[in-house]
């Protein structure tokens, strides 16, 4: 069992930025974060792989957001910049039992494991 702690959430104007971070009981292997506005379906935002050396990102964020790890604290973090109105959401992290490419972590159904999420406003 991983249990995953989210924090850094907060309200941000629109162009500003902010970083999530995700602290994970134990060792993990891919980790991702999806996020899930009101009304909608939890999506995927990023995923990032045991090394490090390779990440995946939605659309919707790519050159905006930039996902990284440091293994001997056991963290991940998000770093999203030119925050949008449209990424207002629930930001989730999200990890694995098994490894797998980052490219096929699209999906929520591929982690086992899930943080309470946290909260991330951004006002227009």
């Known amino acids: 069992q991983v249990q995953l702690v989210e924090s850094g959430g907060g309200l ?15 060792f993990t292997y891919v980790m991702a974060w999806f996020r899930q506005a009101p009304g909608k379906e939890r999506e995927f935002a990023a995923a990032i792989s045991r090394s490090g050396g390779n990440t995946n990102y939605a659309d919707s964020v790519k050159g905006r957001f930039t996902i990284s790890r440091d293994n001997a604290k056991n963290t991940v973090y998000l770093q999203m910049n030119s925050l949008k109105p449209e990424d207002t959401a629930v930001y989730f992290c999200a990890t694995a039992k098994t490894p797998f490419s980052v490219l096929a972590g699209t999906t929520g159904g591929r982690y086992a494991y899930w943080g309470q999420g946290t909260q991330v406003t951004v006002s227009s």
């Open 12 to 26: 941000v104007q629109a162009g500003g930025s902010l970083r999530l971070s995700c602290l994970a009981s134990s």
